[in-house]
């Protein structure tokens, strides 16, 4: 990534392995095998199961049968060690400490790998082309947060932008602002639902209610 050109195909290509490493290091080894099975041989295939069934989904004449066997890692090759994404993400917190602790800042709000501020970080701490650095995003001249990734800026050239988790269509930051004196709000959006047994991806209007959160 620090040798590649931004915004070139190796670039992306180390962007996205780099922020899938401490995932990919943490996958479950024993996954959910999937199988056909008439539905008149379900009762032999239940008995001589070692393991769990997680899901089944009638198809007429078969069940289509979600299970993982006990004790058996899968035979797909899934190397895994949960010790090394505990290691990625503890480093991670001791990284971002640098930011929680000082005290020559004031700290708004903090995520995985993010922090909002008052003030300018030393510049030693800031370069966005070495790794375990920080890069400055952008300047604002207001923040609003009600919850953990639930927040919106005003950034110096008057420009307003939000992020609501679970929520992909815009909100006015007005709307945040006033959930700091407000119980809920709610609003509306488009999501898609799978129907595995009919095939088929819907879309349906649901409610979205945003409230203020203190969970994190």
Excluded: C, W
């Amino acid at each position: 990534k620090v040798n590649s050109p931004k915004g070139g195909a190796m670039y992306l290509l180390a962007k996205i392995t780099l922020n899938s490493l401490y995932g990919r290091f943490g996958l479950n080894p024993f996954l959910p095998q999937h199988e056909f099975i008439l539905k008149g041989d379900i009762q032999d295939f239940k008995d001589n199961l070692n393991g769990l069934i997680l899901d089944k989904i009638d198809y007429t004449t078969h069940y289509l049968v979600s299970y993982i066997k006990n004790n058996d890692k899968d035979d797909r090759g899934i190397a895994a060690n949960v010790a090394i994404a505990m290691a990625i993400t503890a480093n991670s917190r001791i990284i971002m400490s640098d930011i929680k602790n000082r005290e020559d800042i004031t700290l708004y709000y903090s995520d995985t790998d993010s922090a909002i501020i008052d003030n300018y970080l030393p510049d030693h701490l800031v370069d966005d082309k070495k790794l375990g650095r920080y890069k400055l995003e952008g300047e604002y001249l207001y923040f609003v947060s009600i919850g953990p990734k639930m927040y919106g800026a005003i950034d110096i050239t008057g420009n307003s932008y939000t992020k609501i988790k679970g929520f992909s269509d815009v909100v006015d930051i007005d709307v945040l602002d006033g959930l700091l004196n407000k119980d809920s709000h709610s609003l509306k959006q488009n999501k898609l639902f799978k129907d595995v047994k009919a095939s088929q991806i819907k879309r349906s209007l649901v409610d979205y209610k945003l409230q203020a959160t203190n969970n994190k």
